[in-house]
């Protein structure tokens, strides 16, 4: 299954290339393994880019799916290769899903195990008042996001998936990962 990441490298014209890390959503620890170096992480960073390109708004909407990323890490290669490192906090639940709302927030490896738990446990509970009925489906969403967003300086965003083109790249990535996969 891995824990994906999207890993964004800052041009100099203030836009992103993006690759993939299937296992560097587990945790933050692979930004430390980011540096001038080893660019790729050693090869925990696929070489080939998803993207070319594109604006850091355009890294939310069109790239950052809040379903299948677990962490988004944005490196700036004129700051010595310094990680910036966000989790990725989908605002559904996997048995009910309905808009492709998410949340990044900026974490560390310190507090990445709170923050993803905090996130857990709320949305957990908030599940449970919903099936209760005491809270609609876009009130306890809403709620989500505002805690997020107010309480860890998080950013929302609205996924409106990949923009033609890309489909293909999304098709070989899966594809890859079904390969690594079965070994």
């Known amino acids: 299954m891995g824990h994906r990441a999207l890993v964004a490298y800052r041009r100099p014209d ?3 290339d993006l690759r993939y890390s299937h296992w560097g959503g587990e945790d933050p620890s692979l930004a430390g393994r ?6 790729l ?15 850091f708004d355009g890294v939310l909407t069109r790239y950052l799916d809040p379903c299948t990323y677990e962490l988004l890490y944005v490196v700036a290669p004129d700051a010595a290769y310094a990680a910036d490192v966000y989790r990725v906090c989908w605002l559904e ?15 560390t490896p310190e507090r990445d195990r709170a923050l993803e738990a905090w996130t857990r446990a709320t949305k957990t509970t908030l599940a449970d008042v919903v099936d209760m009925g005491r ?10 996001e505002s805690r997020l967003c107010t309480d860890e300086r998080g950013v929302a965003y609205t996924y409106l998936g990949r923009p033609s083109g890309a489909s ?14 079965s070994r």
């Open 14 to 16: 203030d836009r992103y």
């Open 34 to 39: 980011i540096d001038a170096h080893t660019p």
């Open 41 to 55: 992480a050693d090869g925990a960073v696929d070489a080939s880019p998803l993207a070319e390109s594109i604006s």
């Open 93 to 107: 639940w996997a048995d009910r899903p309905g808009t492709d709302r998410g949340v990044v927030v900026e974490t």
């Open 135 to 144: 809270l609609s489906e876009n009130a306890a969403r809403n709620y989500l």
């Open 168 to 181: 293909a790249a999304r098709a070989a990535t899966s594809s890859r990962e079904e390969r690594e996969e």
